[in-house]
């Protein structure tokens, strides 16, 4: 007895990508992979014309629309289909986006084929699906308030992070090493860590750094 079908649309830049999603798709019963997409608006027409009752979206696409832009499109239409964010990336701030976007779930690229599989039936339940450490690092970014940096401050932590000294930093600046300090002191308390490692890690983590 032959069960309902599940429309997929791929969207992602690279071919070889979607030639493997499409391979691995397609080869389990009850899956059509109608379209695929190299770009955010070609995910837009693609959306109209072939009616995919679930989109997988990498969320960077190159030039155009990103992949939160395009699910935030896609969510706007009549009766959308369900997006799965499917990437590489997992800063706090691209996890986000994609959830205010509208998406159904957020899974890695290393994810376990299974995990995916499962992950595109659920979506078409209705359920919303998140790779474990995305669903947690989501729920703590929740919990915590919210840290902004001050133009200077992040341009500070930028250079830091390109390997440069405070005193390399202040004459890039023009200002005095201790002004430099001065602010990494302040970094260092919003970001709560106690090292230039950990404030590069922590605002990349945060998004505050691309």
């Known amino acids: ?26 080869s389990h019963e009850g899956l059509d992979v109608v379209a695929e997409a190299a770009s955010g608006e070609q995910a837009l027409e693609l959306v109209e014309t072939t009616r995919p009752d679930v989109v997988l979206m990498d969320l960077r696409l190159g030039a155009g629309m990103d992949g939160a832009q395009s699910t935030e499109a896609i969510m706007a239409r009549p009766d959308p289909p369900r997006v ?41 339940r209705g359920e919303t699906v998140l790779n474990p450490d995305v669903a947690q690092r989501l729920y703590r970014r929740i919990r915590e308030p919210r840290v902004d940096l001050s ?45 230039r490692t950990a404030a590069v890690a922590a605002a990349r983590e945060r998004g505050l750094l691309r």
């Open 151 to 195: 133009a200077r401050e992040t341009e500070i932590v930028r250079l830091v992070a390109d390997g440069l000294s405070n005193r390399a930093i202040a004459k890039q600046l023009f200002v005095t090493e201790a002004t430099v300090k001065s602010h990494l002191v302040h970094v260092f308390s919003k970001l709560g860590v106690d090292s």
């Open 84 to 124: 799965v964010v499917l990437t590489t990336y997992d800063t706090d701030a691209d996890i986000l986006r994609a959830v205010e976007a509208g998406a159904a779930g957020y899974l890695l690229k290393d994810s376990d084929p299974q995990v995916l599989l499962d992950a595109v039936w659920a979506a078409s």
């Open 1 to 26: 007895m032959t069960g309902p079908r599940l429309r997929l649309l791929l969207v992602d830049d690279h071919p070889v990508v979607r030639a493997g999603l499409r391979a691995l798709l397609s």
